[in-house]
């Protein structure tokens, strides 16, 4: 088995759906009240963990509502009593300065249960219709890299003297400092050669998008050689989608709906699905290798093969777990009732599996 045991995530609804726009039985709906209930479900049926992604319009579809991160991170803390909040970010959206301090405000607020996820940014119209501009890929990353490198400085209660190419700070700190532990989590998501350099030097988990295990094997084999310090080994996560049903028949068939729904999406909504082609960064090594990795759902979702019977869906979490992966960030739909039917079929399978492997 994998040192570190399986840990179950789910995506928070903040876009309004990450699957289909259709499903007569899974409503577009962003609201803070869906992702607040969702949320509170999820820590209720045991979920590990669960990611707010960062968007300001929505990149599903930019007429649809998409709830704020940092917002709802904020309350989700609040509310909640074990679940770990990851809050995403894109470093350019916001001074590190500020995103620190907010970070350190959520942690106290959750007493130790705050994850920052730090994601480069792949969709263009946030940055650029925004005004606040998009770097080429690799330049976003050197920022990145810059930015990160200070967030988690002052994250950590240090006081910071730090002139780089894009940032500049004098002897700043924050208080107070955690008093939990000594600082929140730091995730990175993102597959590029600068993403895996960037975790490699300053995050604790990285987040791969869906894909086969060979691919996924190999990544993983490429970032752990990596030089880190005297820090711990970095940790993997992985996005994906789950059908899972009582047979791996009918779980086929379920899948196959899925792709019925995707079609007819692309039927009536053509226009924003080509919309959204173009509105990419060509250079993000997610949308290079998604787009020859047909999915349903979130980053990379059913390529990370999580479709089958309650028994097989177990076994390959298990696999994938002694490949390296040890947080699973999973999208369902319908949502609130099958990650109800993940939790009481899929979770005691998988705990089974791990006590049977020691
Ligand atoms: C689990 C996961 C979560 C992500 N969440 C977000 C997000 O909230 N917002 C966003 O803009 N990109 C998100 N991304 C996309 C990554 O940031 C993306 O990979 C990156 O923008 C492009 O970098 P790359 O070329 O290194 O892949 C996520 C990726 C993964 C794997």
Do not use: C
Not at 25 to 48: C, H, I, N, T, Y
Not at 138 to 163: C, I, N, P, Q
């Amino acid at each position: 088995m994998s040192k570190h045991p399986v840990r179950f995530g789910v995506w928070a609804n903040v876009h309004g759906t990450l699957a289909s726009l259709s499903h007569p039985d899974d409503p577009v709906d962003a609201s803070w009240p869906r992702v607040r209930d969702q949320v509170l479900l999820a820590e209720k049926l045991g979920f590990d963990t669960t990611l707010v992604a960062q968007h300001t319009m929505n990149p599903v579809g930019e007429e649809l509502d998409q709830l704020d991160a940092w917002t709802a991170a904020a309350a989700l803390a609040a509310l909640t009593k074990k679940i770990e909040i990851i809050g995403a970010i894109k470093p350019s959206v916001i001074h590190p300065t500020i995103l620190a301090k907010q970070a350190v405000g959520i942690e106290e607020i959750s007493e130790g249960r705050f994850s920052v996820n730090v994601v480069n940014a792949w969709w263009k119209p946030d940055l650029e219709r925004s005004g606040i501009g998009m770097l080429p890929h690799d330049e976003r990353y050197a920022f990145g890299k810059e930015w990160l490198h200070v967030v988690a400085k002052l994250m950590s209660g240090e006081r910071v003297t730090y002139h780089g190419r894009y940032l500049k700070l004098d002897d700043f700190g924050l208080r107070p400092a955690p008093t939990r532990r000594s600082r929140p989590t730091i995730y990175i998501g993102g597959e590029s050669e600068p993403a895996r350099e960037l975790a490699a030097a300053e995050a604790d988990v990285l987040f791969l998008n869906g894909q086969a295990p060979e691919s996924a094997a190999a990544f993983i084999a490429d970032v752990r050689v990596r030089p880190r310090g005297t820090r711990p080994p970095l940790r993997f996560g992985m996005s994906a989608f789950i059908v899972a049903a009582k047979t791996d028949p009918e779980a086929e068939e379920l899948l196959e709906y899925h792709w019925q729904r995707n079609s007819a999406d692309k039927a009536a909504q053509g226009a924003l699905m080509e919309r959204l082609v173009r509105q990419v960064d060509e250079e993000s090594a997610m949308w290079k290798a998604l787009k020859h990795r047909p999915h349903i759902g979130p980053n990379g979702g059913t390529a990370a093969g999580l479709v089958g019977s309650f028994d097989t869906v177990a076994e390959r979490i298990v696999t994938w777990n002694r490949l390296g992966i040890e947080t699973f960030m999973l999208g369902f739909q319908p949502l609130e009732s099958d990650m109800t039917l993940f939790a009481a079929e899929v979770m005691p399978r998988v705990k089974r599996l791990e006590s049977l492997a020691g």
